[in-house]
């Protein structure tokens, strides 16, 4: 199984982006997919998760009314609607499928199928 990201690039400070999250090599079972980003000399964080289990989201503080985590359903791609973004988002997003419920949703321990993730920078 593979996940490939995409979408990232350069935007300006107050606009948009939609970032995509495609999955390859087969069917897999998982409770959801998320998105984390690292942006540099950080740790990877948690942004969103879509979760099949339940029908229900979850975003870290930091996008919480700025970002949306959707789900195409023809396809399994799953999209981060990225709005009002800030320098602070600038990071390397990545998605990956949530395999495990052992912790809470923002671990990345509960997550495998990293894809390479996609690089979004926002100028000031």
């Known amino acids: 199984v593979q996940l490939q990201a995409s979408g990232g690039g350069l935007v300006q400070a107050g606009g948009s982006l939609t970032l995509s999250c495609d999955p390859s090599?087969?069917?897999?079972?998982?409770?959801?997919r998320g998105w984390f980003r690292q942006a540099p000399g950080k740790e990877r964080e948690f942004v969103a998760l879509?979760?099949?289990?339940?029908?229900?989201?979850a975003y870290a503080d930091f996008v919480k009314g700025r970002f949306t985590i959707s789900r195409a359903n023809a396809n399994n791609t799953v999209y981060l609607q990225m709005n009002n973004v800030n320098p602070e988002d600038t990071a390397i997003y990545y998605c990956?499928?949530?395999?495990?419920?052992?912790?809470?949703?923002?671990?990345?321990?509960?997550?495998?199928?990293w894809g390479q993730g996609t690089l979004v920078t926002v100028s000031s």
């Open positions: 879509l979760s099949w289990v339940e029908p229900t989201t």
């Open positions: 990956a499928v949530r395999t495990s419920k052992s912790g809470t949703y923002s671990d990345t321990s509960d997550y495998e199928y």
């Open positions: 090599g087969g069917a897999f079972s998982s409770f959801g």
